[in-house]
C-alpha cells in the first residue's frame, strides 16, 4: 500500500535511482508516482510527479545527490497529479504511507488559520504540522518527532528539508528499511528497491526515527530522541528472486516458482514445528486469522487439523476478530497468516490479542515484517518474494506448512514431510508448457462468460473460494464459491444455459453436485484426478491425499491468469488492489 523510496550518497544521479528503486514497488501501488530531487547547486526540492503506472515512466531528472519518491495506491483524495506524493509545504517535502486518522481535525485548525492546501490528502496536513514546527523555531528532528505524536493511525514518512541536507525518516505500523551501501544510503518499503545495490540493512521498528546522508545513518527513539543503535542484518534475497527473468509476468513465474517453493515451506527443523504445536498445546482456543487469501488458506487449515490432528480451529476473517474479542485471553493461541506481514487488520488482532496475554503464533514470508517480530512463534514460510498482486507461491506454501503442522501437532511430522515432499514432486512434474498449454486453452473457451461458479467440498470447498478470489482479481469476471453440496439451497438459481461451473475434486457427491448443474444448462470444467463423463472440459491435478487442496489450487491460479491475459488485462497490478494493504 504505497511504495516509499530514498537515496542519499555521492552519485547525482539520486532522482534516476529513485525512480528504478520504485519500479520494483509498483507492486505497492499503481495510481501514481512522484520523486523530490534535492537539485545540485541551489538546493531546491525540485518535484516531479504525475499520474499512471510508474513502469512506463521514463523522465529526466535535475542532478543531485538526495531523492525521495512514492508510488501510490489513493487512500484519502482521488487519482491525481495534486494528490500524488511528494508533497511540498514551505521547507517541507514529504512522501507517506499509511493513513493520518484524524487529519480533518487538524486540517479545520490550519483552514481557520488561513493556511492553503493544494490537496485532499492526509499527508499534506502533515507536512503543514511539521513546517509550523519548524516556523516556532524546533530542529527538523525534533519537528518531525513532535508531529508523531500528534498523528493517529498507522503510517511511515520521509521528509527532506530545504538547505538541510539529509533525508529524515519515521515509522509507526507501516514498514521502512534501511540499506547501506558504503558511502551511499537508502531507505525503503521493501528490499527489491535497493537490492541491486546492497543485502546489508537494518529494520526500523515503530516507534523509531532515522536521518540519513551519504554513508552516514542515525537512529533515533522517536519518544526520547535518544540516539539508538541497530543491529546490522544480511538478507539472503538475491536479485534474481525478485525479478521477473524469462517470464512475461510475476504471476506466472510465481505460478512456476512452485515446482520448489512448497518444498522450501516445509523445510523446518523439527524442534522448531515443536515449539509451535507446543503453543498450541498450552491453548484451549485456537483463532487462524488472516485476510482475503490467507484467510481461505485458514479455511482450509480448518480441515487439515480437524482430520490430522483432532483439533477444533476457529478461523475468522481478522478484521471480524473485534466481534469476538470476549473469548480472547491468556489462554489463546492466536495464529496469524499473512505473505507480507505487514496487513493492518492482522497486526490490530495481535496488539488487541497481546494486551489481552493471547500467545501469538505468525506464519509470513517476510520473517522482518511486523507481525513476524511481535508474534512469539514465528514460521518462515520460504517461498521467496511475491510481488504479483494475486498471491500464489505464498498461498501454495502456506498451506503446505499448515499442513505439516497438523502433522506434527498429530505427532506425525515425519508422515506429513513424506506426503508434502511426493506432493511437491508431484506439482513439479506438472508444471510443463504443455499443460499451461491445455489450461489457457480451456480459458479461451469461456473468458466471454460474464459470471463463473466454482464448487467444492471438503478442503476443496475453500479452494473454491479462493478460486473465487483468484479469478475475480485478475480477469474482472464475476466468480463465485460455493461447498458443493450447498448449491442446492440457492445458487443453482442462478445457474443458466452456457454458464461455466468448475467443479473440484471427483467425489461421488461432488460428481452428483456437476450432475445438478449440468442439468440446468451449466458447462463443466473438472478440476480432478479422475475424468469424469459429466465434465465437458476436464483439467487433471495429481492425486496428493490429503493435500489435494495444494495440488488442486495450482492450475487453477493457470486457469486465473489466462483469462486476464486473454482479455487483454495486466494480471499483475489488478485495478483498484494493492499487495500489501497497511490500511483498515
Ligand atoms: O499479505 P497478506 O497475506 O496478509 O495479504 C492478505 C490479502 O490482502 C491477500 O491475500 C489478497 O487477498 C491477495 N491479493 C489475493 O490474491
Same mark, same amino acid.
Given at each position: ?311 477444533? @480451529?476457529?478461523? *475468522? =476473517? $481478522?478484521?471480524? +476478530?473485534?466481534?469476538?474479542?470476549? !473469548? &480472547?485471553?491468556? %489462554? ?106 491445455? @489450461?489457457?486453452? *480451456? =480459458? $479461451?473457451?469461456? +473468458?466471454?462468460?460474464?459470471?463463473? !461458479? &466454482?464448487?467444492? %467440498? ?127
Amino acid at each position: 500500500m504505497c511504495g516509499i523510496f530514498a537515496v542519499t550518497g555521492p552519485e547525482q544521479d539520486a532522482g534516476s535511482q529513485v525512480l528504478k528503486g520504485l519500479k520494483t514497488l509498483e507492486y505497492r501501488g499503481y495510481d501514481s508516482w512522484g520523486v523530490s530531487v534535492r537539485e545540485a547547486g541551489s538546493n531546491d526540492l525540485v518535484v516531479t510527479k504525475d499520474i499512471g503506472k510508474i513502469s512506463n515512466v521514463n523522465v529526466p531528472f535535475p542532478k543531485g545527490k538526495e531523492a525521495v519518491g512514492h508510488t501510490r495506491w489513493a487512500t484519502h483524495g482521488g487519482v491525481t497529479v495534486a494528490n500524488s506524493h511528494p508533497h511540498q509545504v514551505g521547507d517541507v517535502t514529504l512522501v507517506h504511507n499509511g493513513i493520518f486518522e484524524n487529519y480533518a481535525e487538524h486540517k479545520k485548525r490550519f483552514l481557520a488559520a488561513g493556511s492553503v492546501f493544494n490537496s485532499d490528502t492526509d499527508t499534506e496536513v502533515i507536512g503543514h504540522i511539521i513546517s509550523e514546527l519548524l516556523n516556532d523555531g524546533l530542529s527538523p528532528a525534533e519537528a518531525i518527532r513532535t508531529a508523531c505524536t500528534k498523528i493517529e493511525g498507522r503510517f511511515s514518512i520521509l521528509v527532506m528539508f530545504k538547505d538541510v541536507p539529509g533525508i529524515y525518516a519515521a515509522r509507526r505500523g507501516s514498514p521502512l528499511i534501511i540499506g547501506r551501501d558504503k558511502d551511499q544510503t537508502f531507505i525503503a518499503s521493501d528490499i527489491p528497491a535497493f537490492l541491486e545495490k546492497t543485502r546489508l540493512v537494518n529494520y526500523l521498528d515503530d516507534d523509531e526515527m532515522v536521518f540519513i546522508e551519504g554513508g552516514k545513518v542515525q537512529f533515533y527513539d522517536l519518544d526520547s530522541g535518544e540516539e539508538i543503535t541497530k543491529r546490522d542484518i544480511e538478507v539472503p534475497w538475491k536479485l534474481e528472486h525478485a525479478e521477473k527473468g524469462e517470464y512475461k509476468h510475476f504471476m506466472l513465474k510465481e505460478i512456476f516458482d512452485q515446482k520448489d517453493s512448497i518444498a522450501r515451506a516445509i523445510n523446518h527443523e523439527d524442534d522448531v514445528l515443536n515449539k509451535a504445536v507446543e503453543l498450541l498445546k498450552s491453548s484451549n482456543g485456537t483463532y487462524l486469522v488472516a485476510c482475503g487469501t490467507a484467510h481461505k488458506v485458514c479455511l482450509a487449515a480448518e480441515y487439515f487439523f480437524s482430520q490430522i490432528s483432532g483439533r477444533k @480451529i476457529n478461523v *475468522v =476473517a $481478522a478484521s471480524e +476478530v473485534p466481534y469476538f474479542e470476549r !473469548f &480472547i485471553n491468556q %489462554r489463546t493461541a492466536m495464529v496469524a497468516v499473512s505473505q507480507s506481514g505487514e496487513t493492518a487488520d492482522i497486526l490490530e488482532v495481535f496488539e488487541r490479542a497481546k494486551a489481552r496475554g493471547a500467545k501469538l503464533l505468525s506464519l509470513t514470508n517476510v520473517e522482518s515484517s511486523s507481525v513476524a517480530r511481535m508474534s512469539d512463534v514465528h514460521l518462515p514460510i520460504n517461498a521467496g518474494p511475491e510481488k504479483a498482486v494475486a498471491s500464489t507461491k505464498a498461498t501454495t506454501a502456506q498451506m503446505a506448512l499448515l499442513l505439516l503442522l497438523a502433522h506434527a501437532d498429530a505427532g506425525k511430522i515425519n508422515q506429513g514431510r513424506e506426503l508434502l515432499s511426493t506432493t511437491s514432486s508431484a506439482i513439479n512434474d506438472l508444471l510443463n508448457p504443455r499443460y499451461e498449454e491445455h @489450461i489457457r486453452a *480451456v =480459458a $479461451a473457451k469461456y +473468458v466471454d462468460r460474464p459470471n463463473m !461458479f &466454482i464448487i467444492g %467440498r471438503g478442503p476443496l470447498y475453500p479452494i473454491a473460494l479462493e478460486a473465487a478470489i483468484k479469478i475475480q482479481e485478475v480477469s474482472y469476471i464475476h466468480a463465485q464459491g460455493f461447498a458443493a453440496g450447498e448449491i442446492k439451497h440457492g445458487p443453482l438459481a442462478l445457474i443458466e444455459e452456457g454458464v461455466p461451473c468448475m467443479v473440484l475434486g471427483d467425489e461421488l457427491e461432488t460428481i452428483s453436485n456437476a450432475i445438478e448443474l449440468k442439468t440446468r444448462g451449466a458447462k463443466i470444467i473438472g478440476v480432478s484426478s479422475e475424468n469424469a463423463d459429466i465434465f465437458d472440459d476436464w483439467i487433471k491435478v495429481p492425486d496428493a491425499g490429503c493435500a489435494q487442496a495444494i495440488a488442486t489450487l495450482i492450475p487453477v491460479q493457470i486457469f486465473s491468469y489466462h483469462l486476464a491475459l486473454l482479455r487483454n488485462l495486466d494480471p499483475d497490478m489488478p485495478r483498484n488492489l494493492a499487495k500489501s494493504v497497511t490500511v483498515k
